[in-house]
C-alpha cells in the first residue's frame, strides 16, 4: 500500500522523502523499499515514530530532514492518481490542503465553509454531523512555520497531536489554502476502501 503514496511524491517530483514508521512491523518497510532507488527516490530517510501520538507527533519527526524547507505530507494509507505538480512547485508559503467530495465526510477532518464566497471558516475532526460533503485527505503542503505549530499543540481527547488543529491553525493566520484533489482518491481506513483502493489499481494496470 505504501507504495502508491510514494508514487504520488516521485511524480510531483519530489525526491527526497523521509519516512516516518512504527510498531512492530517497521522493520519490513526497509525490506521492501530499502533505499528506494528502484523507485525513482533519489534520497530516502527513516524515522521511528516512538508513541501513537498522532499525524502531528509523526510530522514533528521530519524537522531535521527539512531544513526549513517546505514540504509534502502524504499519509500512508492514502492513495491518489492525482497529479499536484503544479501545485508543488507553485507553492510558497503557509499551508495547502487538498480536499475530496466523499460520501462518508463524517470519518475525516471536514470543511466548514462560509455560504457567501465558500472560504473555509473551520475545520472539524470526524463531526457526527459533517456541515459539508467534503473529506480533508491525507495529502498537505507546509511551510517551516508548521514544527513551531505543531509544539503549541495539546493533545485532543484521544492523546494524540491532531494535523486538523494544526490546519485550523494555519487558517486563523489567514495562511491556509484548499484545492479540490482531481481524479481518484480513497484510504484505506476500512476493509471496503482497501479493497476499493486495491481494485482501482488492479483494473488501472491492466488498461
Do not use: C
Not at 509534502?72 to 490542503?97: E, H, M, P, R, W
Not at 480533508?136 to 511551510?143: E, M, N, S, W
Amino acid at each position: 500500500m505504501v507504495f502508491y503514496p510514494l508514487q504520488t511524491l516521485v511524480r510531483a517530483g519530489i525526491t527526497e522523502i523521509l519516512l516516518v514508521i512504527g510498531g512492530p512491523h517497521a522493520g519490513h518497510f526497509l525490506r521492501v523499499i530499502r533505499n528506494g532507488h528502484h523507485l525513482g527516490i533519489k534520497h530516502l530517510e527513516y524515522a521511528y515514530q516512538e508513541n501513537e501520538g498522532g499525524i502531528a507527533d509523526a510530522l514533528s519527526l521530519a524537522q531535521d530532514f527539512s531544513a526549513g524547507q517546505n514540504m509534502a505530507v502524504i499519509l500512508g494509507d492514502n492513495t491518489t492518481d492525482a497529479d499536484i505538480s503544479q501545485d508543488v512547485s507553485s507553492f510558497t508559503k503557509g499551508a495547502l490542503i487538498f480536499l475530496k467530495r466523499v460520501p462518508d465526510p463524517g470519518r475525516y477532518g471536514v470543511p466548514v465553509f462560509s455560504p457567501s464566497d465558500r472560504k473555509i471558516l473551520r475545520l472539524e475532526e470526524k463531526p457526527r454531523h459533517p456541515k459539508s460533503p467534503y473529506a480533508v485527505t491525507g495529502l498537505y503542503l507546509y511551510d517551516h512555520q508548521v514544527f513551531d505549530i505543531i509544539r503549541r499543540l495539546k493533545p485532543s481527547g484521544r492523546g494524540e497531536l491532531e494535523i486538523t488543529d494544526v490546519n485550523n491553525s494555519y487558517l486563523k493566520k489567514g495562511q491556509l489554502q484548499w484545492r479540490l484533489l482531481r481524479g481518484f482518491w480513497t484510504d484505506a481506513g476500512k476493509f471496503e476502501t482497501l479493497f476499493k483502493a486495491n481494485s482501482y489499481w488492479a483494473k488501472k494496470s491492466r488498461i
